[in-house]
Nanobody
Framework: QVQLVESGGGLVQAGGSLRLSCAAS????????MGWFRQAPGKAREFVTA????????YYADSVKGRFTISRDNAKNTVYLQMDSLKPEDTAIYYC???????????WGQGTQVTVSS
């Protein structure tokens, strides 16, 4: 079982940037696709972006395409989310998730708060 710990959240003004990190421990990190999800107050959790184990395949939600960049460093067991041109509607708790060999997003971090002020 893999454990995931996010960091890097905080308060930023609209137009600013933040970089989230998710450190993984446990099994072979490269066998996991990794993703970022977010949940705003009163809303359901939504998909933001995902990256395959090798880093070859990357997917983004339309709402963040061109502003957010996911990357991973398998040597450091870490996945990153670079968030640029942040908007107030990006305010949410951001969760890191792991998917081992397409079995589903079964592993979750505790979440990190991102707040974008207008």
């Amino acid at each position: 079982q893999v454990q995931l710990v996010e960091s890097g959240g905080g308060l930023v003004q609209a137009g600013g940037s933040l970089r989230l990190s998710c450190a993984a421990s446990g099994r072979t990190f490269s066998s996991y696709s990794m993703g970022w999800f977010r949940q705003a107050p009163g809303k359901a959790r939504e998909f933001v972006t995902a990256i395959s184990g090798s880093g070859t395949n990357i997917y983004y939600a339309d709402s963040v395409k061109g502003r957010f960049t996911i990357s991973r460093d398998n040597a450091k067991n870490t996945v990153y989310l670079q968030m640029d041109s942040l908007k107030p509607e990006d305010t949410a708790i951001y969760y890191c998730a792991g998917n081992e060999r397409d079995t589903g997003w079964n592993y979750w971090g505790q979440g990190t708060q991102v707040t974008v002020s207008s």
